[in-house]
């Protein structure tokens, strides 16, 4: 076992401040869309919009962030022991077995993460701030002052917007949960708090996974 | 702390320049109790005008052209083509019409001697020039007097007093619509000569005390602004934009709404806010008599609800507004037209969420029923008032037949003799007793799922209150899926590990069990 430095400071901060933007997004959000009150519309609409500006800037500091470390490359999917991934999540972490991929400073995400995430910031993202964006610039004011409408429908963007807010909330309660998969239930979350993880060297891991088969067999 | 999240309101610089420019009262460059045209004795209010007009040598010319004077205007109205529409014409579900009864609906005309529909609008001796500009609070209307002033009033005073017009002046007719105050308009009340700012920021004595005309701004006697029960077309209106600009507030937001909302539908919240108007009129309800004679009730405001002469009434005090689309023109009923719908409008104000140049408007929608006929299947103008029984006046015979006969042989229209009474709906815009900002109509008044103030305007997405259905319930289904999945997969991570604990406890408890010693 070695102590690394796995999450860099910045990427904690982008982790965390997201996390929060989104949750408080979600609660003003649904307020705004007529769930529940507690802030009542007017501060909620007011809020949302505030935090939405913010989540913007913070996903084009992330972007930048993501192509210049190269830390892109940790989302290329791959289809390798994805399935084994899938297995484990469904049986084998009830037979105390171990994560059948290593995680390393270079490859911080398993199979199934890396598609996951993938999807998350290039799909559920998009639709989400991109819905979120035509629906604040649907009215808008031109050189003269007068309003200007936009063609398309508020219905659909809306339906988008909403959509988006939904998988997101789903994705946060599954996310939220698999944290606790880790080698401890919070071992995961400490991880993303100081930067600092306990991973198992390479050949721990192997032995590992040899034990496992022979386990079984 | 408390400092920190305190936020003073930003200073509205455009609302402080109108508030200073209209603090600045106009004065009369000209005393007029001092001109020699004016210092004698009048012996009847045409000689008022004639000396009126010995200076103002022009002016009748001007107001012989407006339509307070010739009670129409001439609009192209779609589908009906150059019509002319107004007072003379158009029919109403409070009094009807004026048509047979102008000798008492001519109390609010600006002229003298209107007795019948052959009133010569050529005649300047004619037109009443006091009832606007008397500015000392003695003019006065006599009741069905044909538009000549009350016998009381002493014509040298007003002539010497005369003046840019006053509220007390406008409101002499305006505030009076209908036989009562604040009957027809509901934002038009004699309270508003004299209110406070809560029931008008503009007109509020404690207020800006501003003017009718300071809005209604007026160019050689064409008066800005108008009046949808009568008016058609989206021409020479008085708007909150002329002053306030399409853009008056402070957050962007707020801005926006107006390209869909106009000002008076988040700025009035209520109407009718001191005294009570009447939301519906009843005249299927006319003609009950107690020992033969005519009778009146009334409720507990002291608003009548019931008249023999005009059937029964339901009033309303701080009335929440209904709401509409409105572009800026509209249609009337014209006595002659033939039912289209039930119940009949008397006026159609045009607009819809697509059409760009609407807005959603306050209105109040006055309610009633009243006589039509069966076989033209039209609204039938009675005549109402006269003076003697026996003239076939329903006011004082209590005969609809004859009252129709007489009412229509006016018009030329034929009769079929067969009559009922039928719904009809009357909708004013709500203008006046604009509230203070403070109370504006809050943003989830509307923007709220159940019973919004916009709750029946379903022809637009608006946030809050609309959502996909068929989404929000796929997307609860899903989130409470997931939610059980996780804990179910928790419990089986649980139970499994216990049991595992046990399994291998047992097996060190095997081997603690074999004697060590």
């Given amino acids: ?217 | 702390m408390v400092n920190v999240l305190h936020k003073e309101d930003n200073y509205n610089l455009k609302l402080e320049e109108l508030k200073h420019k209209y603090a600045l009262k106009e004065i009369s460059s000209v005393n007029h109790a001092l001109l020699p045209a004016l210092d004698k004795e009048f012996k009847t209010p045409q000689e008022v005008t004639e000396a009126c007009l010995s200076c103002h040598t022009e002016t009748h010319k001007e107001v012989m052209a407006s339509s307070h004077w010739n009670w129409e205007r001439t609009a192209y109205v779609e589908g009906k083509g150059i019509t002319s529409a107004g007072k003379k014409n158009v029919m109403n579900n409070f009094c009807l019409g004026t048509s047979s009864n102008e000798k008492s609906c001519s109390k609010c005309h600006i002229g003298y001697g209107m007795t019948s529909n052959h009133y010569d609008f050529n005649n300047s001796r004619n037109v009443d020039c006091m009832v606007c500009h008397d500015n000392s609070e003695e003019y006065l209307k006599g009741a069905s007097m044909a538009g000549y002033p009350d016998r009381t009033v002493n014509l040298e005073k007003v002539a010497q007093s005369v003046g840019s017009p006053r509220k007390s002046n406008c409101g002499s007719c305006h505030y009076f619509g209908g036989g009562g105050n604040n009957v027809k308009h509901g934002d038009l009340d004699v309270a508003q000569n004299s209110c406070t700012r809560e029931v008008d920021v503009h007109m509020g004595a404690n207020g800006m005390n501003m003017e009718c005309v300071a809005c209604h701004t007026t160019k050689n006697h064409q008066i800005s602004g108008k009046l949808y029960s009568v008016s058609p077309d989206n021409t020479n209106r008085a708007t909150c934009e002329q002053c306030h600009t399409n853009t008056p507030h402070l957050r962007d937001v707020l801005n926006r709404h107006s390209s869909k909302v106009s000002c008076q539908a988040c700025h009035i919240p209520v109407y009718a806010k001191v005294n009570s108007t009447k939301m519906s009129w009843k005249w299927s309800d006319a003609g009950k008599l107690k020992d033969g004679k005519p009778y009146e009730e009334e409720d507990s405001l002291g608003n009548h609800n019931y008249m023999s002469i005009k059937g029964s009434f339901v009033w309303k005090r701080n009335v929440k507004p209904d709401y509409i689309w409105f572009n800026g023109t509209a249609e009337q009923y014209l006595l002659g037209d033939t039912i289209k719908s039930v119940p009949v409008k008397m006026n159609t104000l045009h607009g819809s969420y697509k059409d760009h140049s609407s807005k959603i408007i306050p209105v109040k929608i006055h309610v009633g029923d009243q006589i039509y006929d069966k076989v033209y299947h039209r609204l039938v103008q009675p005549k109402l008032y006269g003076e003697t029984e026996g003239d076939s006046a329903y006011w004082k015979d209590f005969k609809w037949k004859e009252a129709v006969e007489a009412g229509m042989k006016r018009s030329g229209l034929p009769v079929s003799g067969q009559y009922d009474f039928i719904q009809t709906e009357m909708y004013w815009p709500v203008n006046h007793m604009v509230s203070p900002k403070e109370q504006a109509v809050s943003c989830a008044e509307c923007h709220t799922r159940n019973n919004g103030r916009l709750a029946k305007l379903t022809d637009f997405y608006m946030p809050g209150r609309d959502r996909n259905k068929i989404l929000d319930g796929f997307g609860t289904v899903m989130f409470v899926l997931t939610i059980l999945a996780v804990f179910g997969h928790a419990m089986v991570r649980i139970l499994s590990s216990i049991w595992k604990n046990k399994y291998e406890k047992q097996i060190i408890n095997y081997d603690d069990d074999k004697p060590t010693e």
């Fill in chain 1, 1 to 217: 076992m070695r102590k690394v430095y796995i999450y860099k400071g910045f990427e904690r901060f982008w982790h965390w401040s997201q996390a929060s933007l989104i949750i408080f997004l979600a609660i003003t959000g649904f307020e705004v869309h007529g769930s529940y009150s507690i802030f009542g519309f007017e501060k909620a609409a007011e809020f949302h919009r505030t935090a939405s500006w913010l989540l913007i800037g913070l996903i084009i500091f992330a972007i930048f962030w993501h192509v210049t470390t190269g830390e892109w490359r940790q989302y290329i999917p791959t289809t390798k022991q994805l399935k084994d991934q899938v297995i484990f999540y469904i049986s084998g972490i009830f037979k105390g077995e171990h994560h059948p991929t290593q995680k390393t400073e270079l490859s911080k995400l398993n199979p199934l993460q890396r598609l996951v995430y993938l999807g998350f910031k290039i799909i559920l993202i998009p639709i989400t701030v991109g819905s979120g964006i035509f629906y604040m610039l649907y009215k808008t004011f031109d050189q003269n002052n007068l309003i200007v409408i936009e063609d398309y429908p508020l219905a659909s963007i809306a339906f988008w917007h909403t959509l988006g807010a939904i998988l997101l909330m789903i994705f946060l309660v599954v996310h939220v949960y698999m944290t606790t998969t880790g080698k401890t239930p919070t071992s995961n979350i400490n991880a993303m708090i100081t930067g600092y993880e306990e991973l198992e060297d390479e050949d721990e891991t192997i032995e590992n996974i040899n034990n496992q088969t022979n386990e079984t067999k």
